[in-house]
Nanobody, 115 residues
């Protein structure tokens, strides 16, 4: 089964920046809308940014104007540029499809924002 591989998480101070990457193997990545999700212990996984195969983008209000999602279909990569990070952005971040069937969830990448 295909499982996305997320990377780029780290410990960063409030106000700092990080760039997350996600690689999905196979030859169908470019066809699907993809998104970045995040999860903190005890809470549901939430979708924070999404991008269609054509490049249409939508953000959750909590990250709008601070995060930028992008994709490189030639490399099967999804990215999340995270600026002006806040302590409440601390979470494990995952990538996956947004609609229909999902890939198996990856390990995620941990982002910790210190105040």
């Amino acid at each position: 089964q295909i499982q996305p591989v997320e990377s780029g998480g780290a410990l960063v101070q409030s106000g700092g920046s990080l760039r997350l990457s996600c690689y999905v193997s196979g030859n169908i990545f470019s066809f699907y809308e993809m998104g970045w999700y995040r999860q903190v212990p005890g809470k549901e996984r939430e979708l924070v940014a999404r991008i269609t195969s054509d490049g249409d983008i939508n953000y959750d209000d909590s990250v709008k104007d601070r995060f930028t999602i992008s994709r490189d279909n030639a490399k099967n990569n999804l990215y999340l540029q995270m600026d002006r990070l806040k302590p409440e952005d601390t979470a494990v971040y995952y990538c996956n499809r947004v609609t229909g069937w999902r890939y198996a969830w990856g390990q995620g990448t941990l982002v910790t924002v210190s105040s």
